[in-house]
């Protein structure tokens, strides 16, 4: 659902399980999108990358997918572990611009 | 750790008074960004430096924020007359270059700003 201020939305999870966090961007010219995790008191760590001439990426555990139809982005998580409760974040990079633009990040708790 | 570091971790300073804080990006990257980030949201984009020159400033950076990157390499952010709505975590990352993985943003461990 949609988050304001403090209330993050959270997806919980049961340890060895797969997750799959969304995220919707905004700039249909964005030719670059990052997942980042972030842990409380730290700063955003790099995850996966894709560009925009791709539709999937996978990585160790992680694989990201992309659909440039509805500008939907998400992150899925093989055998969730207890070290992946974080914060995650998208990002996407404009075309021509050179900052990041994150998303409204999701909270991801693993329950042992 | 990425190799972007920041000092100091934490700062809380009163309301009027000024504050600065500082970033070492990792030493080949020429690009360098600073980004504001308050409790719950994502890092909100403030500016960002190729080598010394500032190539971009958002509407968030008001005129009592300066940054500099004098030598292209550390970068200051200075606030000053530091006000309640300051207080957030500034991030600082940095970029090798355009392309490709030089692209990949990596970000240090932030300053937590505090103004009483």
């Known amino acids: 659902g949609e988050s304001v201020g403090l209330h993050l939305p959270t997806l919980s999870v049961q340890e060895g399980d797969n997750s799959i966090i969304n995220c919707a961007y905004s700039n249909s010219a964005s030719d670059y999108f990052i997942w980042y995790k972030q842990e409380s008191g730290k700063g955003p760590q790099f995850i996966i990358d894709i560009r925009s001439n791709m539709d999937k990426r996978q990585g160790q555990r992680v694989t990201v997918l992309l659909n440039k139809t509805v500008k939907h982005l998400s992150l899925q998580i093989a055998a969730t572990q207890p070290g992946d409760s974080a914060v995650y974040f998208c990002?996407?990079?404009?075309?021509?611009?050179?900052?990041?633009?994150f998303g409204t990040g999701t909270q991801l708790k693993v329950e042992l | 750790d990425t190799g972007v570091s920041q000092d100091p971790r934490h700062k809380i300073t009163k309301r009027g008074q000024n504050v600065t804080f500082r970033c070492d990006p990792i030493s080949e990257h020429n690009r360098l960004y600073w980004y504001r980030q308050t409790l719950g949201q994502g890092p909100e984009f403030l500016t960002y430096?190729?080598?010394?020159?500032?190539?971009?400033k958002s509407r968030l950076l008001s005129d009592r924020f300066s940054a500099e990157r004098p030598k292209g390499s550390f970068s200051t952010l200075e606030i000053q007359r530091t006000e309640q709505g300051d207080s957030a975590m500034y991030l600082c990352?940095?970029?090798?270059?355009?392309?490709?993985?030089?692209?990949?943003?990596?970000f240090g461990p932030g300053t937590r700003l505090l103004v009483l």
């Open positions: 990352a940095s970029i090798l270059g355009t392309g490709g993985k030089k692209e990949t943003q990596y």
């Open positions: 990002a996407e990079k404009g075309g021509g611009g050179n900052k990041l633009t």
């Open positions: 430096f190729q080598n010394e020159a500032q190539l971009e």
